[in-house]
């Protein structure tokens, strides 16, 4: 079982920075997939980028790409998102996931989900 914290959320104007983290505790298999999904109110949580454990591969939604950064630091079992220029249409609650799946960008790829943190960029 894999237990997954996300943190670094907030308020902040558009134009502005913010990086996020995602705490991993529990086994990590060297297979999954991580994730970073968000979901603003009344829509889906939507892809936002992924990265293999194993390798340094990336993925990202056309929406964010030239704008977030996803890193990880396998020895200390951390996911970051770094999130630069935002814009007020990136407000959501933010999710990291861990999972199997063969598709990094659909949600049923992933089992493992944190509670979310809130992004919100004022205009």
């Known amino acids: 079982q894999v237990q997954l914290v996300e943190s670094g959320g907030g308020l902040v104007q558009a134009g502005a920075s913010l990086r996020l983290s995602c705490t991993i505790s529990?086994?990590?298999?060297?297979?999954?997939?991580m994730g970073w999904f968000r979901q603003a109110p009344g829509k889906e949580r939507e892809f936002v980028a992924a990265?293999?454990?194993?390798?340094?591969?990336?993925f990202y939604a056309d929406s964010v790409k030239g704008r977030f950064t996803f890193s990880k630091d396998n020895a200390k079992n951390m996911l970051y998102l770094q999130m630069n220029s935002l814009k007020p249409e990136d407000t959501a609650v933010y999710y990291c996931?861990?999972?199997?799946?063969?598709?990094?960008?659909?949600?049923?790829?992933?089992?493992?989900w944190g509670q979310g943190t809130q992004v919100t960029v004022s205009s």
């Open positions: 990265i293999r454990w194993r390798g340094s591969s990336t």
């Open positions: 996931a861990t999972g199997l799946g063969p598709d990094v960008q659909r949600r049923d790829s992933y089992n493992n």
């Open positions: 529990g086994r990590i298999l060297l297979d999954y997939s």
